[in-house]
Each structure stands twice: as C-alpha cells, then as structure tokens.
C-alpha cells in the first residue's frame, strides 16, 4: 500500500516506521498548567529494534511485521499474519529511510563516549535529505518516524542509560545502551516492579547527545549521525516538547461546576497531539507517568493502580500512574480537574442485583494453558483475579453531580461488573475509574484502560440510559481493549461486540427472568434496526462498509506506516454504521450457533485471544471451526465477509430477519399505545360525551423511544395531544434518549410552547445534539433557525471540535 497523502481528503496518516522499530516503553513526566492551557515536559522512549527481518522477496511472501513484537505469536496460522506486497515506491514528499535490517545481534556504535555529532541544528534536517531511495541504502541515516501533530518538540536526546546506578546486572556488556534497554525490555513479566523502576531510573539518567529532529504536520523524524539502521540508533530516547492549547488531542474547558478541567477527548487523531508516539496499534507498549498539577485537582489516568498524591512545593502535587499490560499509545488517557470522588451514600438501599446474587458456576470455567500474548503478569493467569467478579471501582466527578451520581450511577456498577464476569470470565483490568466528562464531550461514553468516562447525559431519566451505557463500556474492556482491532478501519470490532453485549450485560444485571430479558433484547434490536434503515439512507454507500479494505484490511507498507481512509471525517464520528451492523452481524451469529453455544464460545476466544490484536477473520474462523459444519449450512468466512462486511446497505440475511423483530411483544404493545394516540390526535377539539378517554400503558424508557419513533411519521400531530404526551409521560424528565425523540417531536411540528425543552437539550445534551441541529435548520422555520443559532452561539466555545465543525456547516 502506498502512503500517498491527499490534504484535500480526510485520511488519516498513520506515519511510524513500526517496522523497524517498536516503542516498548513511555515514561511521561508532565507538567499541566490551565494558564497556559500547555502540558509541558518530557517523554522517554524505550525501543526494541527488530530482529527477525522479513525477506524482501516476492510479494506473496507472508512476513510478520511486528518482527519484535511478540503480537504475532497468534494461535490462528493464517489470519494473524499479514502478506506483504513489495511496494518500493514512496511518496516522496514525506520519504521513508526504507531500509532492510540483516544482522540478528544487536551491536552499539554509540557505546563508550561522547562521539555525536551535535554540531548540526537540530532542526537542521532537509526533508530532500532523507528522501529515500530503497535501492541504495548503504549510506543513508535510519529515521525514526513517529506520530506527532501540534507539538512543539524542543529537544531530543540521547539518554545514557548506562549511568543509571546499579544497571550492570541487567547486562553482560554494561556499557553498550542498547543493549542494556534490549535487556531491561525482556525481563521476564514477575520482575514487573523492577522493570518499572528501572525504566523510571533510567528515564532520568543524563543525556549522552542531542539528536536531530524534524517535524511536519502528522509526524516527528529523528535520526543520528552516523546511525544507520534501527539496531544502531539509541533504544532510548528523551524528548521535551509541550502541547499546543488547541491541540486536538486535549480538551481544555470547564466542567458542570464551572472549574477549568482538561482531558483527552478520544479524537480521530488520538494522542498525538499529547505525546509524540508510535499510533499503530502493533505498537503495544506499557507505560508510566508523573504529572503534576495544582494540590486542588485530580490526576486520573489509565493506569492500573490507584494513584493518591504525592504533596510538592507549596500549592502542587503529583500523581504517578503505571501499567503492565501493554497497550496501544492510542488507548492512553488521562484527565485533570477538580473532580470529588463519589462514595455510596452509607444506607442507600439497592434493588439491583448484588455480587452474591450470580452463581458461582463460572468459577470452574477455566481453561488451562498459556496465555497466547506478548508476556505481561496477565490476570488470565492469577486465581484470584480470574474470580473476582467486581473489580474495585472509583466514581468522579464535579461536585455539583454528587446526589445524582450517588442514586443513579454508584448502585449500577456492582451488578454491571458482575455481569460481565458471569458473561466472559476474568476481567482483563485490575480496577477501574469512572469519570463524568464535561458537557461538551461529544459521545455518551469512551473506554480506555481502567478508566471510562460517560457523559452527564447518561445521568438522566431511570437508570436504563446509565446502564446500559456503562454495559457497553465495560464490555469495551475486552473487546475495544484486551482485544484491539489491529487495523482500524474494522471498528465493527469493537463498538459490534460492546453493543451486542451490552444487552445481554444488562438484562444480567437487572436480574431479568430470561423470557423478559428476550423481549427486552428484542425490542433493542426493533429499535436498532430503525436506526439502521434510517442510517443507510442517510450516509455515503462507502461509509456503510464494515471491512472498506477487504482483502487489504491488515495491510501496511514496508515501513509500518498506512493510511486510516475517512479516519478524519468529521461526519464519521457521528455515524452508527459499525455499532449497528456489527451488532446485527454478531446477534446473528449467536442465533444461529445458539445463545449457549456462542457465549460458550466467546469465552473461549477471549482466552485465547486477550492481549492480542484481530482482524474479522480471527473471530469468525475460530467461531466456525467449533461449530459442526452441519449446524452451519452457507456459513462461511467468505459469505460472511461477502453479506455482511463488505456490503453497503442492510445485509440480506438481516432483511430476513425483518418479520421476526416485528413479532416482539412490547413492540408490539407500543404499537397498540400509537393508535390510541392517533385517535386521539384524530378527535376535534370538542368532543361527544360518549367518547371515552383512552387510557395509556405505563411504558418502559426503550418503549418510549419507539412509540416516540412511531409517532414522529405521523403527518400532523396537534399541539393538543404533544402537550398530553407530554404529560402522560412525563417526557422532561425522561432519560436522554426518549428526551431526544421528543425534541425532534417539538421540532417537526413546531410546538413552540415545548421550545424550552429543545434549547436544554442542546445545552446538556451535547453529545446527542447534533442531529437536532440539522432538523431545526432543515424546517426553514425562522424561529427555529434563530434557536439553533442561539443555542449554538451559547455552546459553541466549549462545543467538541469535531461538533462544532459539524454544526457550522448546517448553520451558516
Ligand atoms: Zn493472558
């Protein structure tokens, strides 16, 4: 593949040579400062060259490309390794030092003294100068290319790590570098603590050497003089840099108290714009980080332990964060405010289910065997930990949220936690911190390492919103986490498997008999099937793809880096395709194999799969080789690819399927609650006596969407009876998504006297508020045009970027 970039288009690049070179380890040590609205500091970067070099032979030659890193042990044989096509022609415009690495043992030519050369600029790299020319080598300098955008880097090093006190007994030759970093990186996974320590020393060892840099729009090259390939350059490196306050990796803004917070907002272009970083998910790495800030906020991190502290000088402290399991840089998050942590108020009474309240039967669901990842101390090994059905859990959030944390969200973690265990077994993170964001966060939740944040839109209504959300985000923790996509464009991957067991989470967890937990999980899916008719018909047939690579999908040049297409569209964000489709796909699936056999099965796969990243056909292979082939009539990884992945439009089998959602019975009573109300929507104004008042079903929050749904194909529906809808439901206090069909309810109609509830909505609501836009603009009514307008002025400075561009465009 080449990487040929077009600045009119809205790929995303993805520009690290992780071909040759893979990051095993960050040290971050970070200043944050809200005057400013800078994060100022270092990051050390620890590397292991690679070793096991493909031949550059054929183009049907199948290599693994992570040479280093043990991602590619996969227990699949086919899937898990990527064909290599043998492109030798580069874009020049950014060049590519595309060389091949022969030699097997590492050598280090930086070694005994100070023998760099400093004397050029650091900026001095002429980008004509390491324009590559594959064919001749031999004299150019290895670039280390990593992903960067709107940093200011100011200085990177050499670090020595050879003077760090005590490093000798890592290494048989304690002089050479490399070789030292070669070591600290493969101790075994129970010297964890010491690895970490090491890192943090040698993080802070002296520099031995200014590097030369050079930085472009989407990355930061570094090489030095002399170095030829990636074996001879430093496997540890410092840079200082500082973030840029309109970064895009950073939020800076005010949470619900009106205090500065700032936090990583799960943009398109990930981290880069908070460290420089290797962004291809083959680069799974650990990491650790110091940061301080002032004494009155909170550092959250992903981290595995829970950080307290640390007093400084006067008025600052610091907070150092860690964790084990490597990880894509992208999954790195962190968060700083002045946010209170949320205990359960001591006698709050719960009537959801408790961790005694699921059988233990899972406990003798182990499977034995090694772990198939990279070596880490993975909890799929640890007794105790594979057990544990409720990790410990920390609420945050401003101050001002306290009571509705406390009587909405604290009592639902336990029982989701729980749920999932029984559902997948162990889960693959010690702990986890739970945020609410800011109001201008733009999606109702986003999953990273031990922590997810969740919008204060999940915070309203019953608890349905809120736990299904946390369901869905907690689910991510193996499929999103655990286990990664290793090519980004099947999202279906993750946000497929989340939707698809969130659901069966929730029913769980609110203990539901399984008839009703079926007709729950059936009225989702009516739901979710509108949606997807609505979306197919509303979005470009190329972003309805799941697999828009096809047979490409997995691909990356020689030197690592590809092309994520569409990763910038800003309308991409917003649309459902993958989490609906997927979730079609897998619902499909476990029907199919039968709900006890799938989950049986999804077990398996996450035990052999966690710490690893998959492409579609990992899953679907394993899935159907452990199902007998008589069971699976036209079941195959190429049909399925063919129907459901690579396919525009509602999949066909799913077409088929149409009838069967109809035959759900709270749908159907929806249905039954929609004519009366077009009856009485129907009746004059005054009306006989003999008419008899129609009364309504107490409906449940995912009923009133849809019978909202229903009522919004309705031509005309009169002032008189929205205003009894509203009444009958009490529909301001509903849950954000009920609250969303009834604004576009007041929209099409134009019940100016329920406007107030749309204007709330826009303000609180962010994260589902721009659709609303779009229908207040569309009516060309001037009074609701002056209302986006408002509303958008009102929000617009602390709107999401992404958002904001967004809504611009349907406003002006
Ligand atoms: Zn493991």
Known sequence: MDVKLDPSRDDLPLMANTSHILVKHYVLDLDVDFASQIIEGTIVLFFESGNRFKKRSSSTEVACLSESNEACK????EPCQIPVTNTKTFSSKIGYNDFVICGKGEKDTSGKDGNHDNQEQASGISSSKYCCDTGNHGSEEFLLVLDCCDLSVLKVEEVDVAAVPGIEKFTRSPKL????VHELVALPADRWREQLDYYA???????CGELLFDTDTWSLQIRK?????ATDFPHAIRIRYRTKPQGRSVTWTSDQSGRPCVYTVGSPINNRALFPCQEPPVAMSTWQATVRAAASLVVLMSGENSAKPTQLREGYSSWHYYITMPMPASTFTIAVGSWTEMKPEICSSNDLATERSFSPSEADFRYVGVCGHMEYPCRFQNASATTQKIIPHRVFAPACLK????????????????AAHSVLGTH?????????VPANFSSLGMASPHIVFLSQSTLTGMSQLCGTRLCHEIAHAWFGLAIGARDWTEEWLSEGFATHLEDVFWAKAQQLAPHEAQEQQKLRACLRWHRLQDEVQNSPEEMQVLRPNKEKTGHVSDSGSSVIRHGLNPEKVFMQVHYLKGYFLLQFLAKTLGEDTYFLFLRKFVHTFHGQLILSQDFLQMLLENIPEEKRPELSVGNIFRDWLESSGIPQPLQRERQALAECGLAQQVSAEVAKWVRVNRRPRKRKRKDREEVFEKLLPDQLVLLLEHLLEQKTVTPRTLQSLKRTYHLSEQDAEVRHRWCELIVKHKYTKAYRDVERFLQED????????GELMLSEDPRQQHLARRCFELSREQMDRSSAAVVAEMLF
């Open 766 to 773: 962010q994260a589902m508020g721009i659709y609303l836009y």
């Open 225 to 229: 003089t002399g170095a030829q390939t």
């Open 201 to 207: 020393l040698c993080s802070q060892a002296p520099g």
């Open 177 to 180: 570098r490399n070789q030292i």
């Open 428 to 436: 693959p993170f010690s702990r986890l911190d739970i945020l609410i």
């Open 74 to 77: 996969f227990r699949m044989p």
């Open 403 to 418: 009571r509705v944390c406390q009587e909405t969200l604290l009592p639902l973690i336990p029982p989701c936690l729980s």
